[in-house]
């Protein structure tokens, strides 16, 4: 079953992942500097919403996605931006070294290296089911397709992954990271999820 999307909640959402990104890079690595180049198209062919510049002189290029569905436990890899184009997905492309994924419903924030991830995941491509999302911008329809691929997957095929609950209103640094060894546990034990549309 395809999803519709507008653009202006596409890109709330977007808005607020890059948000989530940029503060937990600088976080990261104090005295580390976030460049926003989502609207510069030197990097918008090559599938880069950030640039992290680290205090050694290094700089990563970052992908951000924001996922905004309250129950979901899987990523959504773009292979097809626009179908009517016949345009490649960012995940195919992207000349990023990491993603950053956003759960917002759930509050979780999921560093993947992206070549990693890439290569894990096209040989065993066919093995995960792809769907169609829809996004209007005006009086234009266009149509997305990415596989969908359960975290758990991901997590256990590149271990390099990194699974960062978000910070809530009050909680300590402590609070922060027993929440994330709590979740990481409750995975390693959870049941397979009931499908949940895109």
């Not at 989502?38 to 680290?54: A, K």
């Not at 491509?125 to 359960?150: D, M, N």
């Not at 640094?173 to 397979?192: F, S, W, Y």
């Amino acid at each position: 079953m395809a999803r519709g999307f507008s653009m202006r909640g596409v890109m709330g959402a977007a808005d607020r992942a890059v948000q989530y990104a940029r503060n937990w890079l600088l976080a990261t690595e104090p005295g580390s500097r976030v460049h926003d180049v989502q609207d510069d198209p030197r990097f918008q062919h090559r599938g880069v919403d950030l640039l992290w510049e680290l205090p050694s002189g290094e700089v990563r290029g970052i992908e951000v996605k924001g996922d905004r569905q309250p129950r979901r436990r899987r990523y959504f890899f773009e292979l097809v931006s626009n179908l009517e184009r016949d345009t490649p997905g960012c995940f195919l492309y992207s000349g990023a070294d990491l993603m950053v994924y956003v759960f917002l419903a759930q509050g979780e924030l999921h560093v993947l290296p992206l070549k990693t991830v890439r290569e894990w995941f096209l040989p065993r491509a066919k093995s995960y089911e792809l769907r169609h999302t829809f996004t209007q911008t005006g009086a234009i329809r266009y149509t997305t397709v990415g596989a969908v691929v359960p975290v758990k997957d991901v997590r256990e095929a590149v271990p390099e992954v990194k699974y960062i609950p978000l910070p809530r209103r009050g909680q300590t640094a402590e609070d922060i990271q027993a929440a994330a060894e709590a979740q990481a546990t409750a995975e390693a034990q959870q049941p397979a999820e009931e499908d949940v549309p895109y």
